[in-house]
């Protein structure tokens, strides 16, 4: 079988990254990833005290940029998000600042979902985002939450709805992501849209290739990352429902996200290891893909191999300490969620102290909203990768769950 390639761009896309390289020939300052030009298109006119201690926030910064711009082998498009990504950041650290900060716990503990990339989370989520009775953040309300505060209906209509073009844009430079993970402005998003101010934020080797970046971040202390998430939330929280969250990179900061949110209800799903690390390099590869005209499937395949034995790891470490007591922990395999969907449904209300309703209509309501197969089937294999099974399952043998 031979290697992953990546999708084939369509003209439209072809002009688009051609008018972005020209750009980047014309006005290289532009797409430079130098922190000192980042911040000060972030700070504009604002204080720039008001990003509060550079220790929470400043080598973060730097450790992304240089990494993105060392490790990261990116197109002019590619640069151009980096940067944009960095000065959101600060913009949104900024904002944030301005608002209260409160240390008070959620009214109720978060719901939350978590487990190894590929693993399930965005099916189960998604399904559980239809109960009216949680409440899942949709992709805006993570990248501007202050802007919600406060906010007219009609309001918030406009600032979900503002993250369309930026959407329209992404399927047209990659559609093969439709089909590996749907996204859109009114779909439940991942917390890690939220983690970006502080620049301590596993999510960002999904669409980029950080390994300076992400080896870094695994001596990194995620509290104040969760503190402020914890903000976010308490800030967009208008109506009183409990919180649904979402994020396969909740696994190795367990004690980070317990702190933050004592008493959660952590729904952590497991998978068989090789299909986990085949399918999440698949993620990454074409996430990348639209980034950089050089993804290695090989070297996203050893990546997500090495990430995926840390963050197991460090999860079962969380799960032998005294502190996972803070928390309740369901584990949930992945086949026993597509097989009887509805009881994983009732098991994760008995813990969560919730009535479990009906939850086979719930199940059937939601296929026939989001048939499964209407973007397209995504096909991987552990060799398309250069994934050897044998080694996989040997060596992450004893931070997996085995039969």
């Known amino acids: 079988m031979k290697p992953w390639k990546p999708p084939q761009r369509t003209p439209q896309a072809e002009a688009v990254y051609a008018a972005a390289e020209a750009d980047r020939a014309a006005r290289p300052d532009a797409y430079a990833l130098s922190p000192e030009p980042v911040i000060a298109a972030a700070v504009r006119d604002a204080d720039p005290t008001g990003f509060g201690d550079p220790a929470l926030w400043r080598e973060g910064l730097d450790r992304y940029l240089t990494s993105a711009r060392d490790d990261g082998r990116l197109n002019a498009l590619g640069a151009r998000m980096v940067r944009g990504t960095a ?3 600060l913009r949104a650290r900024l904002a944030m600042n301005r608002l209260p900060h409160t240390d008070r716990p959620l009214g109720e503990p978060p719901i939350v979902i978590t487990g190894g990339w590929r693993t399930g989370t965005t099916f189960l989520y998604r399904l559980l985002a239809t109960d009216p009775r949680l409440r899942a953040p949709l992709p805006a309300e993570l990248a501007v939450p202050w802007r919600f505060a406060g906010a007219s209906p009609e309001r918030r209509e406009e600032l979900i709805d503002s993250g369309a ?9 990659n559609p093969a992501l439709a089909t590996v993970h749907d996204h859109g402005p009114r779909l439940p998003e991942e917390c890690v849209v939220a983690m970006n101010s502080g620049f301590r934020n596993w999510g960002a080797s999904a669409t980029v290739r950080l390994d300076g970046y992400s080896r870094w971040l695994a001596d990194q202390d995620f509290t104040d990352t969760y503190r402020r998430h914890r903000h976010v939330l308490a800030t967009l929280d208008d109506d009183g429902r409990r919180w649904l969250l979402k994020a396969p990179a909740h696994t190795p900061e367990l004690p980070s996200l317990a702190g933050a949110f004592p008493g959660a209800c952590v729904v952590f799903l497991h998978r068989d290891i090789v299909r986990t690390v085949a399918s999440g390099a698949s993620l990454f590869c074409v996430f990348r893909s639209t980034y950089s005209d050089h993804v290695d499937p090989a070297d996203v395949g050893r990546f997500q191999t090495d990430q995926t034995e840390l963050w197991l790891r460090r999860a079962h470490a969380f799960r032998q300490s005294a502190q996972a007591g803070t928390i309740t922990i369901i584990d949930v395999d992945y086949d026993d969620l597509v097989r009887d969907t509805a009881a994983v449904l009732r098991r ?4 969560a102290g919730l009535a479990a309703g009906d939850p086979a209509g719930m199940v059937d309501r939601y296929h026939a909203d989001h048939p499964r197969t209407v973007k397209g089937v995504h096909h991987y294999a552990p060799q398309d990768f250069v994934l050897d ?9 004893p931070w997996t769950p085995q039969p």
Do not use: H, K
């Open 389 to 397: 099974e044998a080694e996989i399952r040997s060596r992450l043998a």
């Open 165 to 173: 073009a930026a959407n329209d844009l992404l399927n047209l430079l």
């Open 348 to 351: 994760i209300y008995a813990a």
């Open 87 to 89: 000065v959101a950041g």
